[in-house]
């Protein structure tokens, strides 16, 4: 539907607009790689090993200062963790680990050593970290299975992938197992990489899917400058989309009719007025596009502009009120 709309549309627009300069497809590109770069730079900084969680299979290192080796020096003991979650330790036996971060254990260790030590004084160090994978799938650079190994964050894994394509969404989706459901975790990228909201920026779990849709579609057509369509990358506005197509063509479009089409559920198209004017001075809300919309900025003074179009393209509408 949304090919033959671009076709068909396509006839009622001068050819001279149909092209976009290889200036600003340059100009997207760097804006693409401005913000790769952004989500690696923030993936070098994310790194918190404090927030580790231990795991089956690492190897840490605890260190009894109160309790010395034969050389003299605090007592260093290396302890796995087994399978089931546990470390073994002289005079307490086993202690659960799983699921802790070192400080955590450590104060764990603590409380258990004070039955044979006033004030112990004990430190947790993950000399080894387990290895687990998680996949990232759809439009990034480098799509694949990560082996991983410690704590490793969202933008982590989106860095080591290559970073986004030019044609990806700006919300991933991060499919985990829990409590045996499949739980999916929607990330707004625009919030993390641009905003800076490092809650978003969450740890990975293993068997982890990342996955980056490609980003919708929406059509601006008529009387503008660059008529075509475009990637909903991001949230945009429809005074965004119609800059997007380089803006209304003042000196043949009717600025007072432009109007946007938008699919309902049913299939249907419901025609929503779009006052520039009164969105330019703060009467009426500059409101979002939804992918498959179609902006259509008609002719000056050819009310049938509109009603041509549509009819060309069989498909039906609601009229605005």
């Not at 993936?43 to 918190?48: K, N």
């Not at 506005?237 to 009719?257: C, H, N, R």
Request: net charge negative; with cysteine; glycine share 10%.
């Amino acid at each position: 539907m949304a090919s033959g709309l671009c076709l068909a549309l396509a006839a009622c627009v001068p050819a001279r607009y149909a092209a976009v300069a290889p200036a600003e497809e340059e100009q997207a590109a760097r804006e693409l790689e401005a913000f790769n770069e952004t989500l690696a730079l923030m993936a070098a900084r994310s790194d918190a090993p404090g927030d580790y969680r231990i795991g089956p299979e690492d190897l840490l290192e605890v260190t009894l200062f109160d309790i010395e080796d034969t050389s003299g020096e605090p007592r260093m003991i290396p302890a796995r963790v087994s399978n089931s979650g546990y470390i073994t330790l002289p005079y307490v036996g086993k202690i659960r680990a799983q699921g802790m971060t070192p400080l955590e254990l450590e104060d764990a260790l603590k409380q258990a050593f004070r039955r044979y030590i006033r004030d112990p004084q004990i430190t947790v160090f993950v000399r080894e970290y387990r290895s687990y994978r998680v996949s990232v799938v759809g439009y990034v650079n480098q799509p694949g299975v990560l082996e991983l190994k410690g704590r490793k964050t969202l933008l982590e894994a989106l860095a080591m992938a290559g970073g986004v394509s030019d044609d990806a969404g700006r919300e991933v989706r991060v499919s985990r197992e829990a409590g045996g459901q499949v739980q999916t975790i929607l990330i707004d990228l625009d919030r993390l990489a641009r905003d800076g909201d490092m809650s978003l920026n969450i740890a990975l779990l293993p068997g982890d899917v990342i996955n980056v849709p490609r980003a919708g579609t929406f059509f601006v057509e008529g009387e503008v400058n660059k008529p075509g369509a475009y990637p909903l990358i991001e949230k945009t506005t429809v005074t965004q989309a119609l800059a997007t197509a380089g803006g209304p063509d003042f000196k043949l479009a009717k600025i007072g009719g432009i109007t946007l089409f938008r699919k309902k559920e049913n299939g249907e198209r419901v025609a929503i007025p779009v006052d520039l004017e009164a969105i330019r001075s703060g009467r009426a809300d500059d409101f979002l596009v939804a992918e498959d919309d179609v902006i259509l900025v008609p002719l000056s003074g050819a009310k049938y502009f509109v009603d041509r179009v549509m009819g060309r393209l069989g498909f039906g509408f609601t009229a605005p009120l």
